[in-house]
Structure formats: C-alpha cells, structure tokens
Nanobody, 125 residues
C-alpha cells in the first residue's frame, strides 16, 4: 500500500521558517522523482519544487526560488521541504507527490502518480 505522509506544517510569522517532511512507503522510493505542490484556498494546486532520485537535481517554482530547498534521504525514504523567509502568500496546504514513471523532473500534476493528504502551512503577517 502506497503511503505519503506529510508533517511539519503549522502557523508561523512572516519571515519565519518551517521544514516539511514526507515519509514514503509502498513503492520504490529510490528511483522516484519527488515533488511538492501547494494549494491555497480558492486557488488551483500549483507546483513548488521537485527533486531527482539522486537528489542531485532540483527544480523550483519562481515564487519560491532562493527561499525553499527540497532534499531527500533515500535510506530513510523521506523528502523534505525547507521553507525560509516565509510570506503570507505561502499560506496553503502543501502536498508531497511521487513520480515513479517520468524520467525527468516534472512540474505538471499529471506526472505524479501518488499523493499525500497534505499539511497546512499558515503564514501570518
């Protein structure tokens, strides 16, 4: 059974930091590309970041570039999203996703086969 379980969300003031974690199981994590997406209330889900199976390649949305860092540990089947200098516009539910089939880092939701339930991040001004 595939599981992606996010944790680490919460309430933080603008300028603060949070570190999201995603624990994966039930599929071959080591060969999967992993992504983070977010969905703000009333808006469509959007791409945030992705990391290759080795961790050596990453991709970021322009809105988070320079503030967020995605990383992974294949021995622990875990992927993280370090979020610094948070802004109120970062408020959203953040989802971890796994791409087990596509050979390159993907920004489209359709490229990801497995999804977590999400963790809420709220940034106050």
């Amino acid at each position: 059974q595939v599981q992606l379980v996010e944790s680490g969300g919460g309430l933080v003031q603008a300028g603060g930091s949070l570190r999201l974690s995603c624990a994966a199981s039930g599929f071959t994590f080591i060969t999967s590309r992993m992504g983070w997406f977010r969905q703000a209330q009333g808006k469509e889900r959007e791409f945030v970041a992705a990391v290759s199976w080795t961790g050596g390649s990453t991709l970021y949305a322009d809105s988070v570039k320079g503030r967020f860092t995605v990383s992974r540990n294949n021995a622990e089947n875990t992927v993280w999203l370090q979020m610094n200098n948070l802004k109120p516009e970062d408020t959203a539910t953040y989802y971890c996703a796994a791409d087990v089939a596509t050979g390159v880092l993907a920004v489209r939701e359709e490229s990801y086969e497995y999804w977590g339930q999400g963790t809420q991040v709220t940034v106050s001004s």
